[in-house]
């Protein structure tokens, strides 16, 4: 399991897979992070377009090399990434009239 850190590539990923390892000298957990390569031609193509992938979650299943550095598939996707998406300001200035507290005149 995997999360996406680069597509910038038409049919390829560049995924982070973090693995802990124990320090027997300082009794700690120690994080390493690998970079693999992963292909995949048909569940990502689409969703490059749109730019859905960036840190989301996937396995990799070995492969033959299609490349130098890419011997990885993508087999199917875990979870998508949560994106923001900022609030418009026409809501905003909706919200801000509900909110405002009226004006009484004496």
């Known amino acids: 399991m995997g999360t996406v850190v680069s597509n910038k590539m038409r049919k390829s990923v ?12 300082y009794n700690r957990y120690v994080k390493r992070t690998g970079k693999f390569m992963g292909r ?3 569940i990502l193509y689409l969703n490059w377009l749109n730019g859905l992938t960036m840190f989301a979650q996937f396995r990799l299943d070995p492969s033959r ?4 550095r890419k011997y990885w598939v993508v087999a199917e996707i875990l979870s998508r990434a949560r994106i923001y998406m900022p609030p418009s300001p026409n809501r905003l200035s909706d919200l ?8 009484s005149s004496s």
Do not use: I, M, W, Y
Not at 65 to 68: A, E, N
């Open 40 to 42: 995949d031609e048909t």
């Open 65 to 68: 090399p299609s490349s130098k």
């Open 14 to 25: 560049l995924v982070a897979v973090d693995r802990h390892s124990h320090n027997k000298l």
């Open 96 to 103: 801000s009239d509900k909110t405002a507290a009226p004006v």
